[in-house]
């Protein structure tokens, strides 16, 4: 076989970055060979010093990737441990195994045993190790989830298809939040759509949304529906997301509020609400109770019914049944819908 020719961090440039990837699986696939657990040890850290010297957005996304696979096969050569045996205290080449951290074996054997999984998320451009292992965890939870009966209120698919039995008139509440991104925006127009023939006269369709998308949401939304106020979420601690094409840090978010002619709650509400972030287990964009409780306790009665046609990780739905409310959702991914099924079960 060729010599094998571990990559040079210190010839690190992005026209010899495809040149050093193929380098690196050349490798790889030599220690899955051989069983060389130090010379993928020895990969990933260099593989990391490269990705230090890069700044392309691709390139990085791509070493990132490539790490992820060697932490698989470190994963896969270490093995699981035996009934009895210490992880700390684990058979070594050299010693140099008992160099890696307890936590990192630890992790590298959990991306080992999902390799199927991490190979679909790297191939997808998830290349993190925390949000692969995250999404490992949810898949762990939606495959534990309690089987649920089709009497359930949260119905798998197409809001426009599975709620579309809801009889008109007889919903208090549309709380969700659709997903943001440009492709999915005309989907605010067929939701206000729909609150308008679901919705009681008086009842209220909040949303959350995209700052960048307010224009073309507020007039879609306004050929069904009376709009009412702006709301936001207010982003209490922790690391604000920053946009670079805008030049802003993100303190906010908008929940866009319309009505179904007007406002019949006798409460009043905050329009802002001052909430730590989410902790994101259930769905990448997972929502804090904070706002879906308020807004549900003050503008609906307690034998209302809350809908929610993008459930997602299924918060507004528990916020709902915490409440004592009646709720009904959908959910299009059928994983977030086991996970949302779990946590209404329990």
Not at 157 to 164: H, T
Not at 221 to 244: D, E, F, I, Q, T
């Amino acid at each position: 076989m060729t010599d094998i020719v571990l990559p040079d961090p210190q010839q690190a440039t992005l026209a010899r970055i495809p040149e050093m990837l193929l380098q690196a699986q050349l490798v790889r696939a030599r220690c899955q060979e051989t069983g060389d657990i130090d010379m993928a040890r020895e990969l990933k850290r260099r593989l990391e010093a490269v990705t230090r010297y890069v700044s392309d957005k691709k390139a990085r996304k791509d070493l990132q990737g490539e790490t992820r696979l060697v932490e698989v096969l470190i994963g896969k050569l270490l093995g699981r441990t035996t009934k009895g045996q210490r992880a700390d205290l684990e058979p070594s080449h050299d010693g140099k195994v008992q160099e890696i951290p307890k936590s990192d074996r630890s992790r590298f054997r959990e991306l080992a045993e999902h390799e199927e999984l991490v190979e679909q998320l790297v191939a997808k451009g998830v290349t993190e190790r925390a949000k692969i292992l995250k999404q490992i965890v949810r898949q762990e939870t939606a495959a534990s989830a309690p089987v649920v009966d089709a009497s359930t209120p949260l119905r798998l698919g197409d809001f426009r298809e599975v709620l579309a039995d809801i009889p008109d008139a007889s919903v208090d509440l549309v709380f969700t939040d659709p997903p943001y991104a440009k492709e999915f925006i005309p989907m605010y127009g067929e939701l206000a759509a729909f609150g308008a023939r679901v919705l009681k006269p008086g009842g209220s369709l909040l949303a959350y949304c995209g700052q960048y998308a307010l224009p073309s949401i507020l007039s879609d939304m306004s050929k069904h529906l009376r709009y009412w106020w702006m709301c936001a979420c207010v982003h209490h601690g922790g690391n604000h997301k920053s946009l670079p094409g805008v030049k802003t840090y993100v303190l906010w978010k908008p929940i866009v509020w319309f009505v179904k002619g007007t406002n019949d709650s006798d409460d009043f509400v905050y329009d802002a609400i001052l909430r730590p972030a989410p902790s994101k287990d259930s769905h990448d964009w997972e929502q804090a109770l904070d706002e879906p409780l308020h807004y549900i306790e003050h503008l609906t009665p307690t034998t209302g019914l809350v809908v929610d046609p993008f459930a997602g990780g299924g918060t507004t739905l528990v916020a709902a049944k915490t409440l004592g409310r009646r709720f009904l959702g959908s959910e299009l991914d059928a994983s977030n819908h086991a996970i949302a099924s779990g946590r209404l079960a329990t």
